[in-house]
């Protein structure tokens, strides 16, 4: 059985907590599989650098119940051991009034039991009401233990055993207020794990704390993955040609859900690294342009620097190269991205607009309904997304997506742009359960280089 770790709320150590698991577990097995609950695009890069192994998301709004036990099944099909870190508390989802999209739904969704983290500072005896609520409050969750974060002393320690013997929930870890562990983060989370100097010796740490602070006589079968059902792999559409397509990756892009990668290369195509950090020019014969999010923000000056990068984008896109960039990747099509200090960076100039980072942060699902075609969408296509920005982009005159927020469903503003062959959007999306959308993509490139070929 896998084992699924939730927290009493954000903030009460969910990732410190995952990432000693998988440290300790990694130190004794080679197959040991991360998945992530909701949208978050950092917390599985983490992940991935302890595994090895790319972390799989688990959000039924961008995919659905279906693709969710779909994709534990088949990325835990070779695994010896299998985690999945939760999301903000135990039954906090996409509304308030029911737990859709939460750590719980996932729980219940696989059938898994959950290791709730309780924060145990300035409180003793209250942690008892804390914990009985939590496994009473939906009896299909199953708590299997606790374990209890941020313990000032043995003697703190003590009374918060005591008080929690009547509830007969294991305590299945115990971690002290000087073991916290400080990840560094900015202003959209955790930093990512490329920008990190000292994460070897951070995570030594975190190991050291999987191997000393927890009861691994009992952790060890609850985290062994019981046998999946059998898994059908879906039947893609075969294309005429095998299109090449340049994926922006380095410490400016680094926003990819590891599905969406697969399933581009399954459909056919040849994916193709590059940096618009540091390279001065895309990749020998590509068809396609793939810009994910990240923190072009944070690298503006260095990106602006790099005017070949710049210049060989803006050539291969006003050509007609399809292209499809999200959030940082919208940015750097922009004219110029405005930072935190007012300071202007050029970009590449395909949109004819400004990216100007400022403080309130943009954050939740969206319903995006297509109101033109693009590469990527036809007109009429409803999708679901999600938001996640702190930079603002004046509203395009012919915008790409109408929105609406997924608990009131009330109208947004706007967004995205399509331009050239280019689909560019604070949107991020999940092809998992919509592979209609990168196959549309892909046969835009072959369509594109087939009619470069003509004009030769």
Wanted: charged share 20%; glycine share 8%.
């Amino acid at each position: 059985m896998s084992l699924i770790v939730a927290g009493e709320r954000s903030g009460v150590g969910k990732t410190t907590v995952t990432l000693a698991l998988l440290s300790a577990l990694q130190q004794q097995s080679q197959r040991v599989q991360s998945f992530k609950v909701g949208p978050d695009y950092i917390d599985p890069m983490f992940h991935h650098y302890v595994t090895g192994r790319s972390c799989r998301n688990l959000d039924p709004v961008l995919t659905s119940e279906a693709y969710v036990q779909q994709c534990f099944a088949l990325h835990t099909k070779d695994a010896e051991y299998a985690l999945i870190e939760g999301v903000m508390g135990l039954f906090d989802g996409a509304t308030g009034t029911d737990d859709f999209a939460s750590t719980a739904h996932i729980a219940r969704l696989l059938n898994l039991p959950v290791l709730l983290i309780l924060n145990c500072s300035s409180l003793s005896r209250s942690i008892a009401a804390i914990a009985h609520g939590y496994s009473t409050f939906d009896p299909r969750i199953q708590i299997a233990g606790v374990v209890l974060n941020r313990v000032g002393s043995d003697r703190h320690l003590e009374l918060l055993t005591d008080a929690l013997k009547p509830l007969n929930l294991p305590i299945l870890g115990v971690l002290r207020r000087q073991d916290d562990i400080v990840i560094p983060d900015r202003h959209l989370g955790l930093i990512p794990t490329a920008e990190l100097t000292d994460l070897k010796a951070l995570l030594d740490r975190l190991a050291h704390l999987g191997k000393t602070c927890f009861d691994w006589s009992k952790l060890l079968p609850l985290l062994a993955p019981s046998p999946s059902p059998p898994c059908s792999s879906p039947v893609f559409p075969s294309l005429s040609s095998t299109p090449r397509l340049a994926i922006a990756r380095d410490s400016a892009f680094s926003f990819y859900y590891a599905d969406n990668l697969d399933l581009l290369q399954q459909l056919g195509a040849e994916l193709v690294d590059w940096s618009p950090l540091r390279d001065a020019a895309l990749p020998e014969g590509v068809q396609g342009l793939y810009f994910g999010g990240g923190f072009p923000e944070v690298f503006a000056s260095e990106l602006a620097e790099n005017r070949p990068a710049r210049d060989a984008v803006q050539a291969a896109i006003r050509g007609g190269m399809p292209t499809y960039a999200e959030c940082g990747g919208l940015m750097y099509l922009c004219e110029q991205i405005v930072d935190f200090d007012g300071r202007s960076h050029p970009m590449t100039g395909i949109l004819p607009t400004t990216a100007t980072m400022g403080k309130r942060l943009t954050l939740g699902y969206r319903q995006a309904t297509a109101l033109q075609n693009s590469p990527m969408v036809k007109v009429g296509d409803r999708l679901w997304g999600h938001e996640f920005h702190r930079s603002i982009v004046p509203e395009p005159e012919q915008p790409l997506f109408a929105l609406q927020g997924y608990q009131t469903r009330l109208p947004l503003a706007p967004e995205g742009w399509q331009r050239y062959q280019v689909h560019a959007s604070y949107t991020h999306l999940h092809f998992g359960a919509q592979p209609e959308l990168p196959s549309r993509f892909l046969q835009h490139c072959i369509m594109r280089e087939g009619r470069s070929n003509d004009r030769l």
